[in-house]
């Protein structure tokens, strides 16, 4: 009997170790996530949207645009998909890509395929509406 009772806390003692050490890497894991993500937007550069009478101010590192009230930039306009394109800051350059929309999406009056490089006073053309975009440089 005392056999078993020594193997039962054996197992326990084990069990509540590796919920210790499972619980300690998560922890830090989660520590790291966030303080990587603190770092990113720390180094992304502004983003500016300029479509028609309205400006939008962006310090994330992905803009959506379209029709759908969750995007980040709304463009309530009947030629611009739900989900139209995804601007995204990576690799230190600002990124648009078409979201396989159904009127596409062109930078500077040329359609785009994949995921393009934007510039600083570069142009989007999402459906009928156009963006004017600004890139504020980070200054430290």
């Known amino acids: ?16 170790l590796y919920a210790f050490l499972g619980l300690a ?3 830090l894991w989660q520590e790291l996530r966030q303080h990587a993500e603190m ?16 400006s939008h101010t962006f310090q994330k590192a992905d803009v959506l645009l379209g029709r759908a009230l969750g ?13 139209h394109a995804r601007l995204s800051f990576h690799h230190g350059h600002w990124w648009v890509e078409d979201l396989h929309s159904t009127n596409g999406t062109a ?12 510039v ?4 989007l053309q999402i459906g009928a509406v156009t963006v004017h975009v600004k890139i504020l440089p980070i200054t430290r």
């Open 107 to 118: 930078l500077n009056g040329e359609r785009i395929q994949t995921a393009t490089v934007l």
């Open 120 to 123: 600083d006073g570069d142009s």
């Open 71 to 83: 995007n980040d930039l709304h463009l309530d306009d009947p030629t611009v998909s739900a989900y």
């Open 25 to 27: 890497l998560y922890t």
């Open 1 to 16: 009997m005392s056999a078993v009772l020594v193997l039962v806390l054996r197992l326990l003692m084990a069990a509540a």
């Open 39 to 54: 770092l990113t937007l720390l180094r992304i550069p502004t983003l500016i949207l300029n479509s028609g009478q309205e």
